[in-house]
């Protein structure tokens, strides 16, 4: 317990230095999760017997996150040009090179369960990864106002799934992915995680009907995040995804909830705000 807490308030510490720098340094920060996890989803996926090409993986997702990142330039209404083409590029050129590499192994069903294995990594690992940018990115409101609300939602959602579920938990919501969630702590994160987004929302100044329906949609797409992420777990037979922070696990330990969550808060920024 004492190695998470200091692991959980030195991550703590320096996500809040990489969100509110911005520029280059959370670039770098994210682009390293974003490999980070997709090694860890290539090792999951070889678990299950589906023999990823791990090269293959990283060099198509780390194209994709530099293109967006670099590719996507902020608009004057604090969009970003180009996301969905860069997308679809790099989803055609994986496509391609995964067919082109394997259409000699014989016309099986595992050809095609891979290559189709390449473009989950590439949209999970890769484009999810890219929405922390997207939104720190936007200027109306300021960008890093909106990712730490984000987070906060996310991390006061955990926190309260974890307590209210501890002590009042007794409806278990799915009990072949995740047996210790339950339907009154899921309750319990929407509520705590919807109350800590909309203070600190309210401190920033958004509007509270926006903080409010986003703060409860986001809530509720992130824990369907983290049951995706056990999911996927559980297909493996593994624990936790990797060891990227004593005491938390690996990167999607950590982040699962976070690629379902931000780019709810995005396009409801970007098209309300």
């Not at 090792?43 to 996150?65: E, H, M, R, S, W």
């Not at 000699?104 to 891979?114: N, R």
């Not at 330990?253 to 970007?270: I, W």
């Amino acid at each position: 317990m004492k190695t998470r807490i200091i692991s959980g308030i030195t991550g703590g510490i320096l996500f809040l230095f990489f969100v509110i720098q911005g520029g280059t340094l959370l670039t770098v920060a994210v682009g390293a999760l974003a490999v980070l996890a997709t090694v860890e989803v290539c090792k999951i996926f070889k678990k299950t017997g589906i023999d990823v090409q791990l090269p293959l993986a990283l060099f198509f997702n780390l194209a994709l996150f530099i293109a967006e990142a670099i590719g996507g330039q902020p608009t004057a209404d604090g969009g970003c040009l180009s996301s969905g083409g860069w997308l679809a590029l790099v989803v055609y050129a994986l496509l391609f090179t995964s067919f082109l590499f394997r259409m000699g192994k014989g016309i099986t069903q595992a050809t095609l369960v891979l290559i189709i294995s390449h473009l989950f990594i590439l949209f999970y690992t890769g484009f999810l990864f890219v929405y922390p940018l997207q939104i720190r990115n936007l200027n109306t409101p300021d960008g890093w106002q909106l990712l730490l609300y984000a987070f906060a939602v996310i991390w006061g959602t955990d926190t309260g799934a974890y307590f209210i579920g501890s002590a009042l938990g007794k409806t278990k919501l799915a009990p072949r992915l995740s047996p210790k969630k339950t339907m009154e702590g899921a309750a319990g994160g929407l509520v705590v995680g919807t109350l800590v987004g909309v203070v600190l929302g309210l401190f920033f100044k958004l509007p509270l009907l926006w903080l409010i329906g986003t703060g409860v949609l986001a809530s509720f797409a992130g824990q369907v995040g983290d049951l995706f992420a056990s999911y996927l777990k559980r297909i493996a037979g593994v624990k936790d995804s990797g060891r990227f922070l004593p005491g938390h696990g690996g990167v999607l330990d950590r982040f699962d909830s976070a690629l379902f969550s931000l780019p709810v808060v995005y396009y409801l920024a970007l098209l309300l705000l």
